[in-house]
């Protein structure tokens, strides 16, 4: 791709549509649209609005309440199935057994309106009632996510917020490797280890908060970069993320936020650009550590 005479090298994605490929071969769009916070109501406009813009993945979670307005809004686009990349998340109040997992799935895919998910994630590695024994909650939990996965049910099974002793615990008992871990990840905290870690082991890296919920978009170095470009800091934070072979999760309720953020094929950020932004590194909000979070909530079960 060429725009005013300089090549566009960095990265060979230049759509909506253009995927990254998982261990297993199942293809995944290379952004994401995001859904966390967003009521039922703004969730069902919002994606109704990403899939009209060419969004081809959305990502939401049982734990977000808004399963039911995604389906719904999925429904109601007129986009074939197969032409979309679904993913739901497996929350902490729902694990407790290998049949609580298969049920919390069941649930999400009854209030999705769906038969099948694209992407299947444990939420969180160590949930608060199991911060002494997360090892065999992990364990177990994976062993019915293998078991959903060789259903057909889930085309592919990953983690989300899971460090190195996370997965290296895992791999003592899993039959199939996790294929994404998705993460807190964006130029305030980049996570070299953790990406390095999650890619020498199969796991695509997904960037899930790639404007740190909002935070980012105040950065003066980026706003800097974004005027540069005569692109919005959003779009920069899109961007880069790509740029780092990440797969970005940007999330809005506006319409316009929502076309323009995806709007970042026709610009590359050089040299200059990637070292400011490198430099921002450590800087606000980094990714919660597992272990001291307590966050609770239950999600009421369908039957
Ligand atoms: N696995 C996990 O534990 C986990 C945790 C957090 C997030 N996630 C996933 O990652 C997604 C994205 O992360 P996130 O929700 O933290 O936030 P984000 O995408 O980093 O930022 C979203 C925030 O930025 C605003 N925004 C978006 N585009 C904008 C634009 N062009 N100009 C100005 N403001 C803009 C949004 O406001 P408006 O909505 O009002 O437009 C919202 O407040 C989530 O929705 C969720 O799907 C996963």
Known sequence: ?????????????????????????????????????????????????????????????????????????????????????????????????????????????????????????????????????????????????????????????????YMERHLNELAKTQKTPPMVNQIFLNPYAPQPELTAYNSAHGMLNEAYSPLGTGELLKDETLTAVAKKHNKSTAQILVRWSLEQGFLPLPKSIHEDYIKANADVFDFALDDDDMQKIGALAGKGRQQDDPSKFTFQKQIPALH
Do not use: C
Not at 67 to 96: C, H, M, Y
């Open 1 to 161: 791709m060429q725009k005013g005479g300089i090549a566009l090298a960095t990265i060979d994605k230049h759509s909506l549509t253009d995927t990254y490929t998982l261990t297993n071969g199942v293809k995944i769009p290379v952004i994401g649209f995001g859904t966390w916070q967003s009521k039922p109501e703004d969730a069902y406009n919002a994606v109704k609005w990403a899939l009209a813009a060419g969004y081809r993945h959305i990502d939401t979670a049982a734990v977000y309440g808004n399963e039911e307005a995604v389906g719904r809004a999925i429904i109601d686009s007129g986009v074939p199935r197969k032409e979309l990349f679904v993913t739901t998340k497996l929350w902490n109040e729902q694990r407790g057994s290998y049949d609580a997992v298969l049920s919390a799935f069941q649930d999400s895919l009854t209030r999705l309106g769906l038969d099948y998910v694209d992407l299947y994630l444990i939420h969180w590695p160590e949930p608060a009632a199991h911060h002494n024994d997360w090892q065999h909650l992990n364990a177990e939990t994976w062993r019915a996510m293998e078991h959903i996965y060789h259903l057909g049910k889930a085309r592919a099974i990953g983690v989300s917020n």
